[in-house]
């Protein structure tokens, strides 16, 4: 699969919130609750049409689950991240694992209490790449804040406190993120007192850590099924729900696995949620993550990734689809 060209990330003008600093100084602490702008509308991902094989059953460092993955879309590197072999569920320990497109395994990064890894962005930074993710777990083991993290083979990293990180919507209690790298947008799922809410920034106010106000903010529609991931493509948030096949893992007819696609100008359901069939076959296939690339061609695609494999031995399967309406 080839790149198309994009907008690196840098670091030039990154502002770091330092232990008790004022975050309403680095305009983190006024994020607005209601839309200030509309997105341009875009084509969307048709979600009944057929998905294709991106790899299966490739191994990574540790034996656990994946929870997400990102593509690193200038560099050519797919990030995939994966609970950490030996640590509990609430401890918010997640290994990153960079692979090529083929799914061969490359290199891995630790990091320890950052969260749950529903949803991460990788953003390109020269050769190197920077991972946006949540960070400061609590302790349910999900992120309370985003961080920058540069992605250094064979490293271990420790959470930084949720008060040296970025809170860009007030009042949220937890966030994870995904980047639109064709429409150079952020999209962040927060959660709050009311459920859970999501607002789409550009690219620029992560570059520069001024968020100001969201190009949208809406409340998540409810859509049933187990969260799994979520990723956004122009003016459309796609959502990923369902779980492993039951008992030991034995493929068990087509599974439960959903996609749905959600208007970001209206916050309502435009799609779904649509049955997908992808890795029907594999052993366990449990849904876990959504993320968007686009090849040299201009082909978009919507990527969707299962954990498959047996128990000590989980492996990362990707499929994804390319029709656009």
Known sequence: MNHTPGFPF?????????????LAALGLGAGA???????????????????YDLFRSKDTHGARVQQSFAFDWVNKFLFVATKRSGSSESAGDLCINKMDFDGN????????????????????????????????????????????????????LSSPAASAAYRPIAGATEYTCSVDPVYQ??????????????????????????????LVDFKQPTISGTPQGYALY??????????????????NGDGNTHVTSIDINTGTVK???????????????????????????????????FATGVEGDRRSSIFYKNALI
């Open 10 to 22: 840098s670091r030039r003008g990154l502002i770091r919130a330092g232990a008790g600093a004022s």
């Open 33 to 51: 609750q209601t839309a200030s702008a509309a997105v341009a509308g875009t084509k969307r991902f048709d979600l009944t049409e057929p998905s």
């Open 105 to 156: 395994y490359i290199s891995y990064m630790h990091l320890n209490g950052f969260g749950h890894g529903v949803a991460f962005a990788a953003l390109p930074s020269g050769s190197g790449t920077e991972l946006w993710i949540e960070c400061a777990a609590n302790s349910s083991g999900y992120g309370t804040a985003l961080t920058p993290v540069t992605y250094t083979a064979g490293t271990t």
């Open 185 to 214: 947008r952020m999209i962040v799922r927060y959660h709050t007192s009311s459920g859970k809410r999501i607002a789409v920034y550009p690219l620029s106010a992560f570059e520069t850590g001024n968020f100001g106000s969201p």
């Open 234 to 251: 122009g003016s459309y948030m796609y959502y990923l729900t369902g779980d492993a096949y039951p008992g030991d893992g034995t493929p």
């Open 271 to 305: 799609q779904g949620p649509v049955l997908t069939k992808a890795g029907s076959t594999l052993h366990h296939r449990e849904p876990e993550g959504l993320a968007i690339y686009r090849t040299d061609g201009g082909e978009a695609r919507l990527f969707i990734g």
